[in-house]
């Protein structure tokens, strides 16, 4: 069984940094210092990401007869999301660092034990301030760090900012035993905040209107797809004449201020979502969430994430969204731990309800053959797209020692990524870019390939090294034109070319005429 706490922060400092090098993703407005939780995605990211986009919606829509899509606004009207509960609850308990000023996840504090250092305040000269604060001392650790911190703690408050910490006088020292407490912060042992709860919805003016009053002057940035599927459902059953159990599938950008955004794309402030709502009758709901389950874990089988390094936690009581009565989380071993990719939620009639509730108006379904009425249930399977984008770039990393032509071995940075979510299908090279024939023809494959998939003319270089530079951004073929494929070595080769395997850096000689339909059978 697999270690699910295993982490590996090398691998994934070099992961991000072949992102940057190679234009995968980038850290949004970096000219400026960077926008904490946001990512663009470059040149070779944004191909990845359109192919899994694309692959999904595929698998989901087009070849499902009983799922339909939809793309709803990204500004939501707050009456929906009031009745979603997510004005009254969408929130995270947040703390601060007294000291830091950080601002912590009250839930996600690991638990510590130690000895508790409480001061009520601290004096200088004339000067004192009354306050308590505290800092938590590890087994081990010298009383000296508690005060010092509490001096720098007590120091803020002085009005000479340059004053050395070491000149304050702490008041009255006392200590406790702690056991697993979350009080205070793990990075300086300082006291924290009282947890509080933090809306995680980005709110926004809409209009010309700037009354905090007006319920029309006010909107949010979706926090999740799942709600125009809710509020269209009526829209789309009337339009489309589907007949429960059906679904409905969006892709979108959804918006969280999340405290504590990191691990990379992991946790973002902006990301995009990929979710089907399931209706059903209330008596499949249960056995549709173990089928949907399934499903989705051989779609991320298919697209080159493998079974062993996917996990399923079924969430416990307790642990589930307010409108869950049962929820898988698939979960990836990534480099930084096992982590949520997607979601797989029974959301019952739930939403439904509150929004036929609240607007007043009827959202029910009318069975024809058993005549009856009645708010169908929902499965929700909720995927991200950047979270599984993510999981695919770490996936795919592999640094192997491999040997060079001349005998030397080197290390080759290779990126396997599954032919259908690889940026670039195929690279094209002319063997010697002063041959016009093999220029001519390699540019004749490139245009017939284009039409079809996302492909790459590089004549730059030693063959060897346009390779490795494939290699590395994962392209899972390379095409060469040399000179058999003029003819004049040997006539049976005439129009054929080297097609180079990333994987197994096989080759093998193809006519030219063969590479559309090989390739396309290999990357859909
Ligand atoms: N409609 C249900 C819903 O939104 P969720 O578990 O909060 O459920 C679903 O989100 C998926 O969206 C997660 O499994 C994750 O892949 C992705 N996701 C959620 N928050 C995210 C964030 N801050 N950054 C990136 N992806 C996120």
Known sequence: MADKEYTDPERMEKIVSLCKRRGFIYQSAELYGGLNGCWDYGPLGVEVKRNLKEYWWRR?????EDIVGLDGSILTHQSVLTASGHVGGFSDPMCDCLLSKARLRADQIEPQSGTAY???????????????????LREGENENRARKTARQYYAQFHPNKSLSPKALELVGESTTEEEDTTRYNPENGSLLTEAREFNLMFKTQMGASSSEEDPNAVAYLRPETAQSIFTQFKNVLDTSRMKVPFGIAQIGKAFRNEINPRNFTFRSREFEQM??????RPEDGLRLTDEWLENRLTFYNDIGLPREKLHVLDVPDGERAHYSKKTYDIEFDFPFGCQELEGVAYRTDYDLSKHQEH????????????????IPHVVEPSAGCDRTVLALLCEAFEEEEVTDAKGKSEVRTVMRLHPRVAPIKAAIF???KKNEEQVRISREIQHSLERFMNVFYDQTGAVGRRYR??????TP??????????????????????????????????AISDLLPRLLDEIQ
């Open 430 to 432: 002319p063997l010697l």
């Open 359 to 374: 607007s007043g108006r009827p959202i029910e379904y009318f069975d024809e053959a058993t005549k009856e009425k009645f």
């Open 275 to 280: 979710e089907i709502e399931y209706f059903c």
């Open 118 to 136: 409480h001061y009520t305040g601290a004096r200088e000269s004339e000067w004192s301030v009354a306050r308590d604060f505290a800092v938590l």
């Open 469 to 474: 530079r494939q290699d590395e951004v994962g």
């Open 477 to 510: 073929f390379c095409i060469t034109v040399d000179f058999e494929t003029l003819g004049e070595e040997n006539p049976e080769l005439k129009d054929t070319v080297t097609l180079r395997h990333r994987d197994s850096m096989e080759q093998e000689r193809i």
């Open 60 to 64: 989901n829509v087009q070849e499902r």
